[in-house]
Nanobody, 116 residues
Framework: QVQLVESGGGLVQPGGSLRLSCAAS????????MSWYRQAPGKERELVAG????????NYHYSVKGRFTISRDNDKNTVYLQMNSLKPEDTAVHYC?????????WGQGTQVTVSS
């Protein structure tokens, strides 16, 4: 079955960096676009970044452009989110996502907290 396991979250000061990882299994990873979403308390889940199946195309939420970079390693079935210049408003649970077979699959999420 499809499994997505996120890691790399934590507490960081404003201006700091974190790298999130998502290990995928149960499907042919290299065939699918992968995405990162986030959900802050009291807010709807929003798309942060997406990457095409072979990494040639990426897209970002306007609020993270120039600060976050999504990448993938198809040999390791892993997608990454490098987050730099973090701001308090980036505080949220971050989720890995794949859409296949007509439905969304989500990981368990990893908490990112940006605070001094």
């Amino acid at each position: 079955q499809v499994q997505l396991v996120e890691s790399g979250g934590g507490l960081v000061q404003p201006g700091g960096s974190l790298r999130l990882s998502c290990a995928a299994s149960g499907f042919t990873f290299s065939n699918y676009r992968m995405s990162w979403y986030r959900q802050a308390p009291g807010k709807e889940r929003e798309l942060v970044a997406g990457i095409s199946s072979y990494g040639g195309s990426t897209n970002y939420h306007y609020s993270v452009k120039g600060r976050f970079t999504i990448s993938r390693d198809n040999d390791k079935n892993t997608v990454y989110l490098q987050m730099n210049s973090l701001k308090p408003e980036d505080t949220a649970v971050h989720y890995c996502n794949v859409y296949l077979g007509g439905r969304h699959y989500w990981g368990q999420g990893t908490q990112v907290t940006v605070s001094s």
